[in-house]
C-alpha cells in the first residue's frame, strides 16, 4: 500500500525556518517524482515545487523561488522541503504527493498534509 | 501563471448529473490533455478521480467522467449521491518551467 506521510510541520515566527518532511512507503519511492502542494486554510490547492525521481530537474512556483529548497533522499525513500524567510502568506497545510513523472502529469497518491502555521 | 478558472459552486439533487467547469490559457489546459481532478472532502487530502483528461483511475467510479474542449476542460458527475458532496479540483500540466496549475476549487452540494 503506497503511504505518504508527512511531518515537521509547526508554528514560526515571520522570517524564520522550518523543514518539512515527507516519508514513503510501498513503493519504489526512487522511480516517481515528488511535489509539495500546499493548501491555506479555507482556500484551494497550490502547486510549490517538484523534484524528479533523480533530482535532476526541480522546479519552484513563483511565490516560493529563492526562500524554499525541495530535495530527496531515494535512500531513506524521504522528501523533505526547507522552508526559509517565512511569511505569513505561507501559512498552509503542506501535502507532499506522488506524480508517475515521465509523460504522465497527475498526482495520483497525497499525504495526509502537515500544517505550518507562520505568525508572531 | 494564473490560476484556472472554476465556479465556486453547484448543487444537484440526488441522482442527476452535474458538470463542473474548469478554464485555462492555450499555455496550460488548451495545449495538453493533462488535466486531473481531484475530489477533497472537509479535514482530508485531496483524491485523484480524472487523469489526461478523461482516465479514471482504478476504484474511482464511472459515474465521475471528464472531457475537453479548446481552453475549457469539464468533470461530469452523474447519478448525483450524498457522498459526492465536496470540493472538487482541476489541474493542468502547464510546461516545463511552471508544470502545474490549479483551479481554484469547486464547492458540490448534493441537495
Known amino acids: 500500500e503506497v503511504q505518504l506521510v508527512e511531518s515537521g510541520g509547526g508554528l514560526v515566527k515571520p522570517g524564520g525556518s522550518l523543514r518539512l518532511s515527507c516519508a514513503a512507503s510501498g513503493f519504489t519511492f526512487s522511480s516517481y517524482s515528488m511535489n509539495w502542494v500546499r493548501q491555506a486554510p479555507g482556500k484551494g490547492l497550490e502547486w510549490v515545487s517538484s523534484i524528479s525521481s533523480s533530482s535532476s530537474y526541480i522546479y519552484y512556483a513563483d511565490s516560493v523561488k529563492g526562500r524554499f529548497t525541495i530535495s530527496r533522499d531515494n535512500a531513506k525513500n524521504s522528501l523533505y522541503l526547507q522552508m526559509n524567510s517565512l511569511r505569513a502568506e505561507d501559512t498552509a497545510v503542506y501535502y507532499c504527493a506522488r506524480d508517475p513523472g515521465g509523460a504522465a502529469r497527475f498526482f495520483d497518491y497525497w499525504g495526509q498534509g502537515t500544517l505550518v502555521t507562520v505568525s508572531s | 501563471q494564473s490560476a484556472l478558472t472554476q465556479p465556486a459552486s453547484v448543487s444537484g439533487s440526488p441522482g442527476q448529473s452535474i458538470t463542473i467547469s474548469c478554464t485555462g490559457t492555450?499555455?496550460?489546459?488548451?495545449?495538453?490533455?493533462?488535466v486531473s481532478w481531484y475530489q477533497q472532502h472537509p479535514g482530508k487530502a485531496p483524491k485523484l478521480m480524472i487523469y489526461?483528461?478523461?482516465k479514471r483511475p482504478s476504484g474511482v467510479s464511472n459515474r465521475f467522467s471528464g472531457s475537453k474542449s479548446g481552453n475549457t476542460a469539464s468533470l461530469t458527475i452523474s447519478g448525483l449521491q450524498a457522498e459526492d458532496e465536496a470540493d472538487y479540483y482541476c489541474c493542468s500540466y502547464a510546461g516545463s518551467s511552471t508544470p502545474w496549475v490549479f483551479g481554484g476549487g469547486t464547492k458540490l452540494t448534493v441537495l
Open positions: 492555450s499555455s496550460d489546459v488548451g495545449s495538453y490533455n493533462l
Open positions: 489526461e483528461g478523461s
